[in-house]
């Protein structure tokens, strides 16, 4: 009783992880078909980046198409929704600071991107404006397998992206293991995990409709 007591509490707590965090971390090119689609080299150890907590945008929100690009693109991805103050911790120990996941998209500019690759420049211009990081509804962790989650994207109700967390390069304990050795993580923070391959472009008007299958589902409108 006392141990489901307390996840019950703390998922209360944390469904509320976009009032609450204090950013949002990102790892690139964690799925090797994706990597392989946009041309990019295998990572040796995490790609990392990051969002700020401004980006957010609940379900039933919109997406806004920004003037600065021709060529919006949808990333769905698996979030980490950290539950404690986490530095320093081992992969084996990770998933105890775990209070839930969210599936989640991380929006792109790609064509700016691709101009900030070529001229060795960040990407925040291509990954941080304002409702950029579209999250789905709090999933408590007891819920999902991180080592073996499905998670999808559709466009207008088609079929666009289908994943697994087991194709992951680098596994959720791992990136916990690894971001926490430099970045210290705080409760309500998220973690996207990376975006499996089938990134495509997002057009004003469209629906866009992310899930992790029989759990959880939202969606999002373009404008």
């Known amino acids: 009783y006392f141990i489901q007591s307390n996840l019950s ?26 990597a392989k689609e946009l041309g990019n080299s295998l990572p040796e150890t995490p790609l990392i980046f990051s969002k700020p907590t ?8 919109s997406i806004l198409y920004p003037s600065i690009t021709n060529m919006l693109h949808h990333e769905v991805e698996l979030g980490v929704i950290m539950s404690k103050v986490t530095s320093r911790i081992t992969a084996n120990a990770a998933l105890d600071n775990v209070a839930g996941y969210a599936v989640c998209i991380d929006v792109t500019c790609r ?22 990081c579209p999250v789905g509804p709090f999933v408590s962790s007891h819920l999902i397998d991180p080592s ?8 207008n109700d088609i079929l666009k992206q289908q994943g697994n967390s087991r194709d992951m390069i680098f596994s ?8 926490s050795a430099h970045i210290t993580l705080l409760p309500g923070d998220l973690i996207l995990t990376g975006t499996p391959e089938g990134v495509g472009p997002l057009q004003v008007g469209d629906k866009v409709t992310v899930a992790i299958p029989g759990i959880s589902e939202a969606s999002f409108y373009v404008k």
């Open 9 to 34: 509490e703390m998922a209360s707590k944390m469904k509320d992880f976009v009032e609450l965090g204090s950013k949002i971390i990102c790892v690139g090119r964690n799925y090797a078909k994706h």
């Open 54 to 61: 401004t980006s957010y945008v609940k379900d039933g929100g």
């Open 111 to 132: 064509d700016i991107q691709e101009d900030c690759k070529n001229d060795g420049i960040p990407w925040t211009m291509a990954k941080s404006l304002d409702s950029f």
């Open 148 to 155: 073996n989650t499905e998670i999808t994207l559709k466009v």
């Open 172 to 179: 959720i304990p791992y990136l916990i293991e690894y971001i």
